[in-house]
């Protein structure tokens, strides 16, 4: 009887550091300049993928701004790539979820709910965004990239704020 209550409890021990070690966040540590193209990247991603959504469904607005979004993405892309190329640093290929998924299908939506989820899909993926430039900010070990972080960070910010007020609006 002992031996099983001393088992239940070496259990019972070793599983609470167990719970309280998977609260903690895999990005506790600063991000790398790699981590940081690599989360650049797929945020461009996003940003054209939300090109093509707005191919299916949307109404000019909406094309438009994607059209922009996307234009600003390559361009930041390019400067990415600029600086992966001088620091030698290989992003990894991160997941990304579907645009599409995370907007309303285009059969089943009409146009105003089409646009509320067209800005609501936005602004988790700018706050993601922004959140990894200012943990790399906090340790940058690159000036380079760590400059364009800063240059990036208020236009971010900005259209961020633009999808919020947006939205309310519709």
């Known amino acids: 009887m002992r031996v099983l209550i001393a088992i239940i409890l070496l259990f019972i021990g070793t599983a609470a550091p167990a719970d309280s070690t998977g609260d903690r966040k895999p990005l506790d540590r600063p991000p790398s300049a790699t981590d940081v193209i690599s989360g650049l990247y797929n945020f461009s991603r996003f940003q054209q993928g939300l090109l093509e959504s707005t191919d299916l469904k949307g109404n000019a607005e909406v094309k438009n701004l994607a059209a922009l979004?996307?234009?600003?993405?390559?361009?930041?892309?390019?400067?990415?790539?600029?600086i992966q190329e001088a620091i030698g640093a290989e992003p990894h290929a991160g997941k990304t979820a579907s645009v599409g998924a995370s907007l309303i299908e285009p059969e089943t939506s009409?146009?105003?709910?089409?646009?509320?989820?067209?800005?609501?899909?936005?602004?988790?993926?700018?706050?993601?965004?922004?959140?990894?430039?200012?943990?790399?900010?906090?340790?940058?070990?690159?000036?380079?990239?760590?400059?364009?972080?800063?240059?990036?960070?208020?236009?971010?910010?900005?259209?961020?704020k633009d999808a919020e007020r947006t939205m309310a609006d519709k």
């Open 69 to 82: 979004r996307a234009e600003e993405a390559a361009k930041r892309d390019k400067a990415l790539r600029q």
């Open 110 to 160: 009409d146009g105003p709910s089409f646009v509320r989820s067209f800005y609501a899909s936005q602004i988790p993926e700018y706050e993601s965004a922004i959140d990894l430039l200012e943990r790399y900010l906090k340790a940058p070990d690159n000036t380079a990239l760590a400059a364009f972080a800063r240059e990036q960070l208020p236009l971010l910010r900005a259209q961020v």
